[in-house]
Nanobody, 126 residues
């Protein structure tokens, strides 16, 4: 049974940092693209960051560019999201997702992903 377990969320003050982890089990995702999405209260889930299978190709939503970094350790079957200079508007539930392909062009589309984590809450206080 495949499971994606996110961790690392919590409450942080504006300007602070958090590192989210997404640990996969049940199968290997070392050759699959992965992304992070987030959903703020009352809003639709939206794309945050993308990594191809190797981590050498990444892409970020404009609202996190320069502040967030996606990375992965394929040996550990884990994807990370380092979040720096957090703002109150970054408050959301963060989800990781893996795709059935090694790389995506439409990485912002939720339909491109077949495995999702349960989400981890990030709350940024002002």
């Amino acid at each position: 049974q495949v499971q994606l377990v996110e961790s690392g969320g919590g409450l942080v003050q504006a300007g602070g940092s958090l590192r989210l982890s997404c640990a996969a089990s049940g199968r290997s995702f070392d050759n699959k693209a992965a992304s992070w999405f987030r959903q703020a209260p009352g809003k639709e889930r939206r794309f945050v960051a993308y990594s191809n299978w190797s981590g050498r190709s990444t892409y970020y939503a404009d609202f996190v560019k320069g502040r967030f970094t996606i990375s992965r350790d394929n040996a550990k079957n884990t994807v990370y999201l380092q979040m720096n200079s957090l703002k109150p508007e970054d408050t959301a539930v963060y989800y990781c997702a893996f795709a059935p392909k090694s790389a995506l062009s439409d990485f912002g589309l939720e339909s491109e992903y077949d495995y999702w984590g349960q989400g981890t809450q990030v709350t940024v206080s002002s």
